[in-house]
């Protein structure tokens, strides 16, 4: 349990995020744009940390932790396949999200669609994102905190809570992005330093005995490889994230062509430029860097506490429906001494008010314009939005809360979250490059996810789900099985519809240049940027360089330095010429 010391490390560190979000309040205007883009004057680093923050949630640990004491290093594949969307957005979407002049992502389907139909759309995301996605990406994140200090501070469910909503209520309500963003650069940089602490504490605990006595720890052996090493965890671990899930899936932060709260840090940039570095910044720190210190305590977890029993035997008064191989980290952390202790406790409360406060004010900012403000009251001055923005800041952020009390693991809410995405992210996608793609193309998406889902789900993860034993046929290929599904529907409704119309088409393609020849019938504009073979490089040779970084870290720790050479020479070409290409457009 945290001592004084502790404790007095955690005061302080709340009282100094409390400080910083109150004095960039006092530069928020009574204005929608700044409550929510700060101005649009906001630098590319400063919006890049904000996005790694973001993700760095107190979830994150304690989901690679469940990842790795269960599949291994290896099962990690699952979202570092994931590399590919980032980098389309940085390449590819980053400026023009800019260059939309939208206050939000969903305000972009009544760019891009026209009608009732636009309309609907705008309405009925704004509804789901605001007050069940991201609803339940509160209630994720909250899930990890809890436990985690139900093991270290012996904090009930509902204390956790208070201590993280009330928090990030005052300053994000007050201040709005601006105030989320510096914060969000103070609690990073906590993060980070607790994050590397405690690891170098870890492993050199006696029981561990560095990392070559970790990596020669049989139980850790096991867990040790990089790449799959069965044909079935290759096919679920690494094709179907490389072959499928970048595209296809539907996850906070890595949307395909953007979205969320990604796509409101580029449009809260200075300019086009700050857009796209400030997510090149935030997927080189999110792939390359942070990684490997969480992937260490985890296996060094396997050694301390081999099974999730002996985790329960250590820690007797955790609530055994919380119990799960998640617990590990808060578990490993519970080792550290007085004070140190409390900088990596600090760091992740750090953690996870930096996440709640960038969902709460996206799904604000959805809620009060693009549903309230755009259905019920277009007539509100700047003054009443803002207000209606603050207080959808508070019914979000307590509907997360409360959800996160009736959850129980982080995995199962990881796979539920792609599931129900799977397939609605090449529309997503195409919506960008394809002139083709419609409104019902949406609709349709959005309704085939959840029908595929119940058709080839997971039984052992989403109880409805598979009626017909399907899943079984399909086995490791399931959630391929959900992406056909899913796209064959919406490509159905596609060509069964009508394009949107001739003056739709137009005015978006002015707006936002999209990348492509597609569109050159809607769209002959000299400022279209590189072409799109041009942009693609970058992608494929950005993603080479960061994930070739992030193999090179693991090779070198490994002791592999031969490997870890040729792998790091790969990611200085790739790197080099994907900073070249780059400048040269500008």
């Given at each position: ?5 502790d404790?007095i490390?955690?005061?302080l560190?709340?009282?100094v ?12 205007k ?7 883009l700060a ?15 973001t993700t760095f949630?107190?979830?994150t640990p ?12 290896a ?12 980098m389309?957005?940085?390449f ?17 389907y009544?760019?891009?669609?026209g ?10 995301r704004a509804?789901?994102l605001?007050?069940v ?9 909250s ?9 270290m501070?012996g ?8 201590i ?7 300053y994000?309500?007050v ?11 103070f ?5 980070m330093?607790g994050s590397v ?14 990392l ?13 490889n ?8 290759w ?11 970048w ?13 969320g709260?990604?796509a409101?840090r580029?449009m ?13 910044l935030?997927n080189?720190?999110h ?22 029993e002996?985790?329960?035997?250590a820690?007797?008064?955790l609530d055994k429906?919380?119990?799960g ?17 409390g900088?990596v ?11 709640l ?5 996206v799904?604000?900012s ?6 309230w ?35 129980t ?11 129900i995405?799977?397939g609605?992210?090449l ?20 309704i ?9 789900g ?6 409805f789900?598979?009626p ?6 399909v ?7 959900i992406v056909a599904t899913?796209?064959?529907?919406w490509?159905i409704?596609t060509?069964?519809t009508r ?9 978006f393609?002015?707006?936002t240049?999209p990348?492509?020849?597609s569109?050159?019938r ?16 970058m ?9 070739s ?5 693991g090779?070198?720790?490994y002791?592999q330095?031969?490997?870890a ?8 070409i ?13």
């Amino acid at each position: 349990m945290a001592e004084k010391l502790d404790w007095i490390i955690i005061a302080l560190s709340l009282f100094v995020s409390l400080g910083i979000g109150w004095w960039a309040a006092r530069s928020t205007k009574n204005n929608p744009e700044s409550f929510f883009l700060a101005g649009r004057s906001m630098p590319w680093w400063l919006l890049g940390i904000s996005m790694v923050a973001t993700t760095f949630a107190a979830d994150t640990p304690t989901l690679i932790a469940d990842l790795v004491r269960q599949d291994g290093v290896a099962a990690n594949w699952l979202w570092w396949g994931l590399i590919f969307s980032g980098m389309l957005t940085t390449f590819m979407f980053a400026r023009r999200w800019r260059r939309s002049g939208l206050l939000t992502d969903v305000e972009f389907y009544e760019l891009r669609y026209g009608g009732k139909r636009g309309e609907f759309l705008r309405g009925f995301r704004a509804l789901y994102l605001s007050l069940v996605f991201n609803v339940i990406v509160i209630a994720w994140v909250s899930l990890a905190a809890i436990k985690i200090f139900a093991v270290m501070l012996g904090l009930e469910a509902w204390e956790t809570l208070l201590i993280g909503a009330g928090v990030t209520m005052i300053y994000t309500a007050v201040g709005g992005l601006r105030s989320v963003l510096l914060v969000d650069l103070f609690q990073f940089t906590l993060a980070m330093i607790g994050s590397v602490a405690a690891t170098y504490y870890v492993l050199n605990m006696e029981s561990i005995g560095g990392l070559d006595g970790l990596f020669s720890h049989e139980a850790v052996k096991e867990k040790m490889n990089i790449f799959p090493k069965t044909t079935d965890t290759w096919v679920s671990l690494f094709i179907i994230p490389f072959a499928l899930l970048w595209w296809s899936a539907y996850y906070p932060g890595s949307e395909p062509g953007g979205g969320g709260y990604v796509a409101q840090r580029m449009m809260a940039a200075k300019d086009e430029k700050n857009a796209s570095w400030a997510s090149l910044l935030f997927n080189i720190a999110h792939y390359a860097l942070r990684p490997w210190p969480w992937i260490t305590i985890a296996l060094a977890s396997i050694v301390v506490f081999p099974t999730v029993e002996s985790i329960g035997v250590a820690f007797p008064d955790l609530d055994k429906g919380k119990l799960g191989h998640d617990v590990a980290y808060p578990a490993m952390i519970a080792q550290l001494p007085a004070g140190l202790k409390g900088v990596v406790l600090a760091s992740l409360i750090a953690a996870y008010i930096s996440t709640l406060s960038t969902q709460v004010n996206v799904g604000a900012s959805y809620l009060s314009q693009d549903f309230w403000h755009r259905f019920v009251s277009p007539d509100a001055s700047q003054k009443t939005q803002v207000m209606t923005g603050r207080i959808a800041t508070v019914i979000i952020l307590a509907a997360g809360s409360l959800l996160a009390l009736t959850l129980t693991n982080a995995q199962q809410i990881f796979e539920i979250t792609l599931s129900i995405g799977a397939g609605t992210g090449l529309v997503y996608l195409l919506r960008w490059l394809w002139w083709r793609v419609n409104a019902w193309s949406e609709i349709a998406a959005m309704i085939g996810a959840f029908v595929a889902t119940y058709l080839f789900g997971n039984k052992a993860v989403l109880p409805f789900a598979d009626p017909f034993g399907w899943n079984a046929l399909v086995g490791s290929w399931g959630y391929a099985a959900i992406v056909a599904t899913t796209t064959l529907i919406w490509l159905i409704a596609t060509f069964l519809t009508r394009p949107e119309s001739e003056e739709t088409l137009t005015r978006f393609a002015k707006r936002t240049s999209p990348p492509g020849t597609s569109w050159n019938r809607y769209h002959q504009s000299e400022d279209r940027g590189p072409s799109m073979g041009t942009e693609l490089l970058m992608v494929f040779l950005g993603s080479t360089a960061i994930i070739s970084v992030l193999l090179t870290t693991g090779y070198i720790l490994y002791g592999q330095y031969g490997t870890a050479a040729g792998v790091g020479l790969l990611a200085i070409i790739s790197g080099f010429l994907t900073v070249k290409i780059a400048r040269a457009r500008g």
